[in-house]
């Protein structure tokens, strides 16, 4: 079982629509963070969570430590926002990878 | 300057070859990492330099070495390697401890042949 779980691993949206990733993680952690990665590798930090919630734009993101999930969420998704979400876990120095979610939005 | 140059982007090598990646970054981060990525998965920890010593090294064969000269800089060094080493090599800093943000290079695409 991978200590870093999400859900979906693939989602289509029509431009507009909310939309939300889930991750679940099974380990403990100092921090949590959210990753975009759009085609040709570059790789964008969103998020840094340790408890609550953060938002940013059109984004927020949530945690539940207790629970040990976090969510992220678009609203009012655009085509530009299609690229590769990736939730990471930070423990000692060690960032653990989700396996990410694709998201492509339709115009 | 928020970004992380790595060099070169593209990179063919045959299996005799020795060849060095580079990363660079002046933001005064003391922690860089190098992950390795293969297509449609997930980043993966190879090394993890803070203060300029190596802290983390994720069972990495030892065709794969890396060095830190100073805090702006990070190479990874190639030698021998296998056909199953082709991946994107990405390189990141953050601030030392628990960072709210890494900052990530656009990679190296890596073809061994």
């Known amino acids: 079982k991978n200590e870093v779980e999400q859900s979906p691993q693939n989602l289509t949206a029509q431009e507009g629509e909310f939309i939300t990733i889930n991750c679940s993680y099974s380990v403990g952690i100092s921090a949590l963070h959210w990753l975009q990665q759009h085609p040709g590798g570059g790789i964008v930090s969103l998020f840094m969570?340790?408890?609550g919630k953060k938002k940013h734009g059109r984004l927020i993101a949530t945690i539940n430590i207790q629970e040990k999930h976090s969510s992220l969420h678009i609203t009012a998704s655009h085509p530009r926002d299609s690229a590769v979400y990736i939730c990471?876990?930070?423990?000692?120095?060690?960032?653990?990878f989700g396996a990410g979610t694709r998201l492509t939005v339709k115009p | 300057d928020t970004e992380v140059t790595q060099t070169p982007k593209h990179l063919v090598m045959g299996m005799t070859n020795k060849k060095s990646l580079k990363c660079e970054q002046h933001?005064?981060?003391?922690?860089m990492y190098w992950y390795k990525q293969k297509a449609k998965k997930p980043p993966e920890l190879m090394f993890v330099?803070?203060?300029?010593?190596?802290?983390i090294n994720e069972s990495v064969p030892s065709r794969f070495s890396p060095e830190c000269p100073n805090s702006s800089l990070l190479n990874l060094h190639l030698h021998a390697l296998q056909p199953e080493d082709s991946a994107l090599y990405l390189c990141?800093?953050?601030?030392?401890?628990?960072?709210?943000?890494?900052?990530f290079g656009s990679g190296t695409q890596l073809s061994v042949l």
């Open positions: 933001m005064g981060h003391r922690a």
């Open positions: 990471a876990v930070w423990e000692n120095n060690d960032m653990r």
């Open positions: 990141a800093s953050s601030q030392a401890g628990t960072p709210e943000k890494l900052f």
């Open positions: 969570l340790s408890s």
């Open positions: 330099y803070s203060y300029e010593k190596l802290s």
